[in-house]
């Protein structure tokens, strides 16, 4: 038998409570007082805040999985990414890891504080963003500066790209060309009014062109704000290169919707496999 949504909410208040007292228990390890009201990551898998302690103004993040799938380039992603140095953005301090035996693994992350807000408080874009030609500069640059990053973490490999869209949109493409890349560029994860780019979990060797083609993707529902995302990332999304890693990533987003977030993208992303396919 399903669950109602009423047991289904009362499992998430539990969660979330679980999570917040994982985020007490990690500040009380490091030394520092948790300074706001915690945000909660996507579908509650982590949770974060801002926090004071010794040392002045930080930023402490807490993650859950459950074990056989707390390993890997994402558990690691955020800490891998301290060997990027010449892009706003946190840099991991120290590290707590524990578990629930054979149950959950949680990793906590005390990491420096970037001021800042987000663009948009949800991944994709529902309204235009007003940014200064400065600070999309600042983006194209620090997309250039991850480009040419050498590493050898991976986003996904390609046979999984390959799945992925066959299964998303029946269509077959061939990655020709790949580069490293923050891996899941969206308007939550990047900052204004001074720039700055969060959530390193995912970054890794992914096709040419994909956080491009990420951020556009999750700009559809602001038409203006999505042409400047084209214009300024032209070089980069109008060649063949482009046209795959647009294919891959609205393969993805749709994938999400599929599992119900951001519902309200279906029909642009599916209008922009149909304006790309061959």
């Known amino acids: 038998m399903d669950p109602t949504a009423a047991e289904v909410a009362e499992a998430d208040r539990q969660f ?80 707590l890891e524990w578990e629930i035996p054979e149950v959950r693994r949680q990793r906590a992350e005390l990491m420096t504080h970037v001021p800042g807000r987000r663009c948009s408080d949800t991944d994709a874009l529902r309204a235009e963003v007003e940014l200064p030609s400065a600070w999309w500069g600042e983006l194209h ?6 480009r040419a990053t050498p590493t050898t973490r991976m986003r996904k490999d390609e046979p999984a790209i390959h799945t992925a869209v066959h299964d998303a949109l029946g269509l077959s493409i061939e990655v020709r060309e790949w580069e490293t890349v923050h891996g899941d560029l969206h308007w939550a994860n990047l900052l204004q009014p001074e720039f700055g780019i969060l959530d390193w979990e995912l970054w890794g060797r992914g096709p040419v062109g994909t956080d491009a083609a990420s951020l556009y993707c999750y700009s559809l529902l602001a038409p203006r704000t999505a042409a400047t995302v084209w214009g300024v990332f032209a070089d980069v999304l109008d060649i063949p290169t482009g046209t795959t890693a647009l294919l891959y990533v609205a393969a993805r987003l749709l994938r999400r919707v599929d599992m119900g977030d951001h519902p309200e993208l279906a029909i642009p992303l599916r209008r922009l496999v149909d304006e790309l396919a061959p």
């Open 16 to 95: 979330a409570e679980w999570m917040r007292s994982n985020l007490a228990r990690a500040a009380d390890h490091f030394g520092v007082q948790v300074d706001g009201e915690p945000v909660f990551g996507w579908r509650l898998r982590s949770i974060s805040s801002p926090t004071n302690g010794p040392d002045g103004r930080r930023w402490l993040r807490v993650v859950s999985e459950q074990i056989q799938w707390a390993d890997g380039d994402w558990w690691t992603g955020n800490t891998d990414a301290n060997t990027i140095t010449s892009i706003r953005k946190p840099h991991v301090l120290d590290v």
């Open 141 to 146: 640059r620090s997309l250039d500066v991850i």
